[in-house]
């Protein structure tokens, strides 16, 4: 067995520590750090400033992997998906949505997820583990891989934006996703902007108290519901944390961080999307002084879920109504459904055609 340490996914001061360690003098850091994450080698050999012993050293030291590709379907709206494989086997899935310019890469957090949300096909399916900084970053570094978007300026970038919506609740794995984003961030390396990311959450409000102070991403909200009640029927975290306080903890977060905060709101048929509904949010922004921007999502069905989407009709009077009351409500079409590049479902997909 080898003792070599994963190299993607140590921040800045770990790999300083690490080069210390070796005897290597301070400004080796900032060159490795480019060569990664800048450049986007995976090949000590090839960066270039570094004298034959010291990349051989290095080579000795440290692994710069990729997560292994399984799948990859693109979709006819050009959405890509990946079902990306660990070291240790374990899968996840990475999506490139593009947008009407660019675009966001939707990155996983976890093998599974706790939460149990009853909508969710990842709910369903338990968490297995939390997946390191490294596994986080590694997704979006393979993204870049695959659209060759390394050591090129900002505004050039396909892959503008990145989503942290994918598998998994990311306040969860707060430690490691904390660490990613600051490795994401960087600006001498990967360099996406803290205003490019977003952070979705099922409410998990002891956390979404710190993100200002340790990541500085913007916040989206699954709310789903438009009473306490509703909320903890679909999702259980609802109990711990239920709707009253996580608004609150929402206001919070909007008077230190300004603009506004996006709530997902997943349109199931007959269950959320009625004019009640529309009525409940409405009153419940006005109450806790939330500048809301709501984004309405076709709902997914899956095998095993007893919720229905809500058509097209409903999803457009359910916008109307919130317009009325003067909030942003874009409707989320959902995206590459034709790959079923939503939650779990490739990562399913595949599970079935393995086990035939
Ligand atoms: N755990 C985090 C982030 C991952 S889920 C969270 O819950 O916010 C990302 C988004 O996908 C959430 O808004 C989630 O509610 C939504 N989602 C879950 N199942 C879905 C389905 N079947 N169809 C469409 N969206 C779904
Ligand atoms: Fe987990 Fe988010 Fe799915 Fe809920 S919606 S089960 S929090 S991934």
Redo the contacts with the bound molecule.
């Keep these: 067995m080898t003792n070599k340490i994963e190299l993607i996914g140590l921040t800045k001061s770990q790999l300083a520590a690490c080069l210390h360690e070796m005897g290597e003098p301070a400004f080796r850091v900032k060159q490795i750090w480019q060569w990664v994450y800048f450049y986007g080698k995976t090949d000590f050999n090839e960066m270039t400033n570094l004298s034959k012993t010291l990349r051989q050293k290095l080579a000795e030291r440290f692994i710069l992997s990729r997560p292994k590709v399984i799948a990859e379907q693109l979709s006819t709206d050009k959405t890509r998906k990946w079902l990306l494989e660990f070291a240790d086997g374990e899968k996840i899935e990475t999506v490139y949505i593009p947008e009407s310019d660019r675009g966001a890469v939707c990155i996983s957090t976890q093998i599974g ?1 706790a ?1 149990g ?1 009853r ?3 990842t709910g369903s399916q338990k968490l297995t583990r939390n997946l390191t900084a490294g596994e986080i970053v590694s997704q979006f570094m393979l993204a870049r891989d695959v659209y060759k978007e390394w050591n090129l300026e900002g505004e050039k970038r396909m892959l503008s934006n990145i989503v942290l ?2 598998m ?3 306040l969860q794995n707060y430690e490691n996703v904390v660490k990613a984003v600051e490795i994401l961030t960087d600006g001498e390396g990967i360099a996406i902007s803290k205003r490019r990311i977003t952070l ?3 409410g998990i409000i002891p956390h979404i108290r710190d993100i200002d102070r340790d990541m500085g991403v913007k916040l989206a909200v ?1 709310l ?1 519901a438009s009473n306490n009640e509703q909320r903890s029927e679909i999702m259980p975290i609802n109990k711990k944390y239920p709707l009253p306080q996580l608004l609150e903890a929402c206001r919070d977060y909007q008077t230190n961080h300004g603009g506004y905060i996006t709530f ?1 709101y ?1 349109m199931l048929n007959g269950f959320n999307d009625t004019m009640t509904n529309a009525d409940e949010l409405a009153a419940l922004m006005k109450k806790y002084n939330i500048n809301a921007k709501f984004n309405l ?1 076709a ?2 069905p ?1 095998p095993g879920c007893h919720y229905q989407p809500s058509s097209n009709n409903r999803i457009h009077a359910f916008s109307q109504k919130l317009q009325d009351y003067g909030f942003a409500a874009p409707i989320r079409t ?1 995206r590459g459904q034709d790959i079923l590049a ?2 779990g479902q490739l990562k399913s997909k595949k599970k079935e055609v393995d086990s035939e």
């Design positions: 997820c939460m949300c909508f969710c096909h919506m994918g998994g609740e990311p979705s959450t099922s699954s789903h997902e997943l999502i709902f997914n899956w959902a939503a939650c």
